[in-house]
């Protein structure tokens, strides 16, 4: 387990810019150990010292800022930290959530896709600005007041572990994972629980059905391949250019065929553009498909060039 003061040291550093960690670091873990040592010599107990000195020089984010030259002064250093804390931990769910169940709200409703979609990032956005304004004046008021608040005073206890320097995370692996699993499960759920309907009610698929006894199949397979390929990387525990290979083998496998039902027009069902109008007007489906090329050329040039770059330094 690592020490209170490597703990206190690499909570400090993460916040200082890269070129001078390591300038710091020494810096400041020579001054730390002159302090301990100093009240060992006084005789005090070692480990009783190094906790008087870490409290005594306080939150590593405020010594961080001020090695940075940093001012916490948007709202002011007494309440910046719990500001930002609050603020982080709102806008990383609140505004997603609430677009989110607007735009399902209003496709399920019988709106269109694309205005439901564009509904509901308007309105993660506009949640997303009103969260951080009702949170900043009120800290702002808190401020200004001066509440006699009992805030928690901060101590050693609160350092995290040094996190072990490795490539890639269970969190990463997970979120990978939960993706291309969800991605399978909505090609089946397309067909069978689609919410766009027929005038009579009967479910319309969004991709078209013949696909089934071709493309749909194979894109499930690689989706699911590539769920064991994020098992087999975290086994592995770290990029190497084998497994760069087989990502980039898989990424073809998925996008080359989604582009060229794309560019022929055999993707979406054809059902589902005779029942929404506005995908027969002049331009629109040829621009939906446009976009729909385009960011899945983007992500895979973007996931090609990424697993390369780990790759590289991981060797």
């Known amino acids: 387990m690592s020490s209170l003061t490597d703990r206190y040291l690499a909570a400090t550093l993460r916040a200082v810019p890269a070129p001078r960690r390591e300038e710091l670091d020494a810096e400041l873990r020579g001054s730390i150990e002159d302090m301990i040592e100093a009240r060992t010599d006084a005789g005090r107990d070692a480990d009783a010292a190094e906790r008087e000195v870490l409290n005594e020089l306080g939150n590593p984010d405020r010594l961080a800022a001020r090695y940075a030259d940093r001012r916490l002064q948007l709202i002011g250093p007494t309440y910046y930290l719990h500001w930002q804390r609050l603020l982080r931990l709102l806008l990383t769910f609140v505004p997603a959530l609430a677009g989110t169940t607007v735009g399902v709200i209003q496709a399920a409703t019988g709106e269109d896709l694309v205005p439901a979609i564009a509904s509901g990032f308007g309105t993660a956005f506009e949640v997303a600005v009103q969260v951080t304004f009702w949170v900043t004046l009120a800290f702002a008021i808190i401020e200004r007041v001066e509440p006699s608040l009992k805030l928690p005073v901060w101590t050693v206890d609160q350092l995290p572990e040094v996190p ?63 769920v064991v390929f994020e098992l087999v990387k975290y086994r592995v525990g770290r990029w190497t250019w084998p497994l760069v290979a087989v990502k980039a083998a898989l990424d073809l496998a998925f996008s080359v065929p989604v582009v060229w039902l794309l560019v022929n027009d055999r993707l979406l069902n054809p059902d589902l553009i005779e029942r929404f109008t506005w995908l027969q007007d002049e331009g629109n489906l040829q621009s939906i498909t446009v976009i729909a090329i385009i960011t899945t050329a983007v992500v895979l040039v973007w996931d090609l060039i990424d697993s390369g770059v780990k790759a590289r330094r991981a060797g």
């Open 164 to 226: 072990a320097k490795q490539d890639m995370t269970l969190t990463d692996i997970a979120a990978s994972a939960a993706l291309m699993l969800f991605a399978a499960a909505f090609l089946p759920w397309q067909h069978f629980w689609s919410w766009a309907r027929q005038i009579d009610g009967e479910r319309i698929p969004l991709l078209d059905p013949a696909l089934w006894r071709s493309w749909l199949p194979v894109l499930m397979a690689v989706l699911l391949a590539g």
